[in-house]
């Protein structure tokens, strides 16, 4: 027998079979660097959908870059301006929420859930029913409906790759055969950027202040997140639901530097780290290479001299929002539901100037304390549920303002 032929890696580039992908969120933080990994690898992709929701010209120029087969906006309003961008190039034009989740639902063997919010959780759930492998950036779908979310990949035979940096990073070191062996998950969060600010000082924040990042560059709504630091309480939510753990078994832990993702500690002390620079394009590539692993031209750790590593506690007394994602994920199905979309709309009336900044997570635990959470056996409970967090939620925006 010829052995070299039987194994995989004897496979020429050439002869890797081409993959249907799509993208949903193309035009956002997430998006641009997959369409930017995309159109690195045009030889081993093909490209089917491609949604955005208001930037119609970047959309028309992505799917026209990678030879798209549809290419759809999420406002409906804008459907004849991406018609007119795309006509004579034979890419369909649609428009409208319903037309996201038509794109989500065309076959294709890898799909990109990069829509921010809960708007991508029914998009997200029809690309899983097809059976599709979904890298899911957008966290905050599994968050609201982490139990029915899986449940939905296992009745499809669908797959979950984690493209959060951190969810990746225990993704590449969770070795399923070892489950019993893992004492906890670490997270590590870098803090944002005002890790050293007194609780004081935080009501004075701009959203410019917010969104400024020091190591990832991001959406504002996530740019927001790490520093109220609601994305680590999110993503305690999304590891425990991802991972089948209970929450006491995934920490976090403040690491400034960006270049530990996340760690796996097993029982016999053994504690496993991905690393890498603080750039989204390694994860992506690694769901997008998944099994195998892809090249790219992202920037890379640079072990020259440079790295010195910090880790500390995570300071809840200054960071409350972290202890509400225990809090939500014990008390059951619907409250991490509440609690995130709670803060989408306290971060929304942040940006917008009119909630102070330290007042987000005040919003989002009044929520959850205030919602009648109710029966909760099906998606659209967790839609109804959602919306009713969000009306409870702007009323008592006007009380905390
Ligand atoms: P972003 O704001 O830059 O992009 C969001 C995308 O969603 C855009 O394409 C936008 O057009 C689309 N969108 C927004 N509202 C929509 C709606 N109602 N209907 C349809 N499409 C809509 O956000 P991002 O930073 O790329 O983050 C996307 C998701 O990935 C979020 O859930 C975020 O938490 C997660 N994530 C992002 C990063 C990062 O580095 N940016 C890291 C980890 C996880
Ligand atoms: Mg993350």
């Known amino acids: 027998m010829n052995r070299a032929a039987s194994q995989p890696e004897a496979k020429s580039e050439s002869a890797k079979d081409v993959r249907r992908v799509s993208v949903l969120g193309s035009t956002g933080s997430i998006g641009k660097s997959t369409v930017d990994l995309l159109a690195g690898h045009r030889d081993r992709f093909t490209v089917e959908a491609l949604t955005g929701h208001r930037n119609v010209q970047l959309l028309a120029e992505q799917a026209k870059a990678l030879g798209a087969k549809l290419a759809v906006i999420g406002d409906a309003a804008l459907y004849e301006e991406l018609k007119s961008a795309l006509s004579g190039t034979g890419i369909e034009a649609a428009a409208g929420t319903d037309a996201v989740i038509e794109a989500a639902s065309r076959p294709a063997d890898w799909l990109m859930a990069a829509i921010v919010g809960t708007a991508g959780l029914r998009p997200t759930l029809a690309a899983i029913a097809q059976g599709t492998a979904v890298a899911l950036a957008n966290k905050e779908s599994i ?9 939905a990949v296992e009745a499809a035979g669908a797959t979950l790759l984690p493209v959060d940096s951190e969810h990746n990073a225990v993704f590449q070191v969770f070795d399923p055969a070892q489950r019993g062996g893992v004492a906890r998950i670490i997270l590590t969060a870098s803090g944002g950027p005002f890790l050293r600010k007194s609780r004081a000082a935080l009501a004075t924040i701009t959203p410019a202040e917010a969104v400024r990042h020091p190591n ?10 790490s520093a109220t630091m609601m994305n680590k309480s999110l993503e305690i939510i999304e590891a425990s639901y991802l991972f089948n753990l209970p929450d006491e078994k995934v920490d976090a832990v403040i690491h400034p530097q960006s270049v530990v993702h996340s760690m796996v500690e097993y029982i016999d002390g053994s504690v496993l780290a991905q690393m890498g620079a603080a750039d989204m394009r390694t994860p992506i590539a690694h769901t997008l290479g998944w099994p195998e692993r892809i090249a790219t031209t992202g920037q890379r750790l640079d072990l020259s001299g440079m790295l010195s590593m ?16 225990r809090q939500a994920v014990r008390a059951g199905l619907g409250y991490p539901a509440v609690l995130n979309a709670a803060n989408e709309v306290a971060v929304e009336a942040f940006l917008r100037g009119q909630l102070s900044f330290d007042k987000i997570e005040i919003l989002a635990e009044q929520a959850l304390q205030r919602v009648d959470i109710g029966r909760i056996s ?17 009323n008592s925006l006007r009380t905390l303002q």
């Open 378 to 394: 099906t998606l659209d409970d967790i839609i109804a549920l959602d919306a009713a967090t969000r009306t409870i939620a702007e």
């Open 216 to 225: 990832w560059s991001m959406g504002a709504k996530i740019s927001v997140d």
């Open 310 to 325: 910090q880790f500390e506690p995570v300071d809840t007394a200054r960071f409350p929002a972290v202890a509400l994602a």
């Open 143 to 151: 968050v609201a409906a982490g139990p029915l979310m899986l449940a």
